[in-house]
């Protein structure tokens, strides 16, 4: 059973690559760990797999053929069924623009290949305690913002607000510790895990998407830039 899930079903897995060798080889290690695992071998078997049986989380390769893997992430957050599915991006990719665009797509996670087992199991760990876990009961709030944990749900102004599962717990974060400046490798820490090897880069990536999401309307941006030191919830400038 996956370290940390023993108290959960076992997590279902969809595994989207083109490369039956590849596929094969994240098939033996996932059923080694306990993950069911279901494959899809381009973009539009993915698509329809999810449609059949969501996943727990997706293992996304970018370069797909019928539908790049890009495309399938795009696809996947427009839905609201699965706008918080956990996706981890597998790519060849090792620009870091590249890297950063699969992370705006709306990927949790990426990894290049060829990559070790144990980082993407260690990985798929982090995302699935953050996504499956159950919050302690109680409630969040901070100016026009509310979070309620029990619910997993987030309202701004009364108007509910859709956050994936690493905006989530980075706002959750923030507002356990409001008005408190956190550098990037501290949010990593604190939001990722002290296991998991991450680029700071990311941090900015989902700093970018939590602020798309609470921020409409003209409304005020309270997660607020600090100048080389990181990032705060604040409603006054620091």
């Given amino acids: 059973m996956p370290d940390g899930l023993s108290s959960l079903p076992r997590p279902l897995v969809l595994v989207v690559e083109d490369e039956a060798a590849i596929a ?29 049986q969501q996943p727990d989380i997706v293992l996304l390769d970018w370069m797909l053929p019928l539908m790049s893997g890009i495309e399938v992430c795009r696809q996947i957050r427009r839905k609201p069924s699965t ?9 060849a990719r090792t620009e870091d623009q590249d890297a950063v665009r699969g992370l705006n797509t709306g990927a949790d996670d990426y990894i290049t290949k060829p990559f070790n087992i144990d980082s993407l199991l260690a990985r798929m760990r982090a995302l699935l305690r953050r996504s499956n876990a159950v919050p302690d009961k109680g409630q969040l709030a901070f100016h026009d913002i509310e979070m309620d944990l ?4 987030v309202t701004r102004n009364g108007r509910k607000v859709h956050l994936g599962p690493t905006e989530f717990r980075l706002l959750e974060f923030f507002m356990q510790h409001p008005r408190r400046v956190f550098s990037r490798e501290e ?26 999401s609470m921020n409409i309307d003209n409304e005020l941006d309270v997660v607020r830039t600090v100048r080389a030191a990181g990032y705060a919830l604040d409603t006054e400038p620091v």
């Fill in 187 to 212: 949010l990593l820490d604190a939001v990722w895990g002290h296991d998991i090897h991450v680029e700071p880069r990311t941090v900015d990536v989902h700093i970018r998407r939590l602020r798309k």
């Fill in 83 to 91: 706008r918080d599915l956990p996706v981890i991006m597998v790519t």
């Fill in 24 to 52: 094969t080889m994240l098939r033996y290690n996932l059923e080694k760990q306990g993950y069911r695992v279901a494959e899809a071998s381009d973009g539009q078997e993915a698509l329809t797999r999810i449609q059949e």
């Fill in 150 to 153: 029990s619910s997993h749900r």
